[in-house]
């Protein structure tokens, strides 16, 4: 890409990023006092419920070292109180070179429906843009389908891996007790279709015309249980329930039998041949092992 394109892109990413802080009634920016990055601190371990004389999230020094060295640790403000914040770090690979893992982001109850957590990954977009950074990595929850249409359909992230119990035991409220199963997704920030997902255009998988094309169901949400089906095709639909955080809050044996289904169905898929290209916004994942996916558009 030219220095002109580059310079559009920029700018047309940092438009974005302002468009969606103003609909969120939010001032988004980096931090870098010791009140502020406190009040980070605070605000990951107060939303994961973690309690941080046991070992926060991440401790304020360490988001201190983080922003010396260049990462990004953002805050979301309305007002004077910090409602969201974001925490990256830098990272590098032979393929792909410099990228940003983008390690945290936490919203705190109330303003989740705001639209604080769109604002704050328009913001990302733009921050590395202007650095010359194409690439955001991070993982998510399989299992949390509101994420999930977040991630894919609403930012435009593509998934790359799955990885089995990729943070081992954790002890917040969230996550004690089960394996951390994740999504690794890469969001490549130029695409024509991550562009597009900014300006509100998003790419949602078309379920019925996949059924049609012989995709095989090998996990559906039955009166809230999980129902497996073997099946080999090369096309894959696998769902997942509505509300697993209230599962695991309220039903924990029947939010386990979930974990242990999506990692036997998607998990295996992945492990295997199959790409995972999309999700719906009713929960199904579309796995597929041939590289048709314009369809889906």
């Known amino acids: 890409m030219g220095t002109q394109g ?7 990413a940092h438009a974005a990023a302002a468009a969606a802080a103003a609909a969120s009634g939010v001032r988004i920016g980096d931090v870098h006092s010791h009140a502020h990055i406190t009040a980070v601190s605070r605000l990951f ?4 419920g973690r309690d941080p004389d046991a070992g926060g999230i991440m401790a304020p020094e360490l988001l201190h070292a983080m922003e010396h060295a260049g990462c990004q640790v953002t805050g979301a403000f309305d007002g004077d109180t910090l409602v ?17 893992h983008s390690h945290i982001t936490g919203i705190v109850a109330g ?3 705001r639209g604080v957590g769109w604002a704050l990954k328009q913001y990302q977009r733009a921050w590395c843009l202007a650095r010359g950074i194409g690439t955001v990595r991070w993982t998510f929850d399989p299992l ?30 969230r996550n004690a007790g089960l394996p951390t199963d994740r999504f690794l997704v ?41 129902v497996r ?11 997942v329930p509505a509300d697993i955080e209230a599962l695991r809050a309220e039903a924990p044996e029947r939010a386990r039998r979930w974990a242990d289904a999506v990692r036997d169905t998607v998990g295996a898929a992945m492990r295997g041949e199959h790409r995972l290209i999309g999700v719906t916004r009713d929960g199904w994942y579309v796995l597929t092992r041939d590289d048709e996916v314009e369809e889906l558009r």
Not at 45 to 48: C, K, P, S
Not at 144 to 168: E, M, Q, S
Not at 189 to 215: H, I
């Open 6 to 12: 580059t310079d559009a892109l920029v700018a047309e």
């Open 45 to 48: 371990d107060d939303v994961w």
């Open 84 to 100: 969201g914040a974001t925490a990256a770090i830098l990272g590098m690979d032979e393929e792909q070179g410099l990228f940003l």
């Open 111 to 113: 303003s989740q429906l």
């Open 144 to 173: 949390v389908r509101r994420n999930a249409v977040f991630n894919l359909v609403k930012l435009g992230a593509r998934p790359i891996a799955w990885l089995d119990d990729a943070y081992g035991p954790m002890r917040d409220r």
């Open 186 to 226: 890469r969001w490549d920030l130029a695409e024509a279709r991550v562009a597009r997902a900014a300006a509100g255009t998003f790419a949602e998988p078309r379920l019925e015309g996949l059924r049609r094309a012989g995709a095989v169901e090998v996990l559906r949400d039955e009166g809230g249980e999980p």
């Open 229 to 239: 089906v073997e099946a080999d095709a090369p096309r894959l639909l696998a769902q």
